[in-house]
């Protein structure tokens, strides 16, 4: 599926259904890029500073990184802000 047709199929529900599309998209993502580059829950959550449930939690979808925690990802994954938020899965 083409990040049009991904986008457009998440901003055409309600909001409360965009969000959570677009919560199970971002926590699908951080899985996919901490798995090529072949670290563990663990690796990623001590390169971050955070606890390793903090993490885990934000691939679960159950919470979501702050701003702060968005860019340590970023610099741990060494990717550019958009490889994070892709809609291409």
Not at 27 to 42: A, G, T, V
């Amino acid at each position: 599926m083409q990040n049009k047709d991904v986008l457009n199929e998440v901003l055409g529900g309600t909001k409360r259904n965009r969000a959570e599309e677009i919560k199970n998209i971002f926590s699908q993502r951080l899985k996919e890029l901490r798995q090529e580059k072949q670290l563990s829950q663990k690796d990623v959550a001590n390169k971050l500073g955070v606890a390793v449930s903090t993490y885990a939690n934000w691939e679960q979808g159950r919470t979501e990184p702050g701003i702060y925690d968005i860019f340590n990802l970023i610099w741990v994954f060494d990717i550019e802000a958009n490889d994070l938020f892709s809609m291409d899965i």
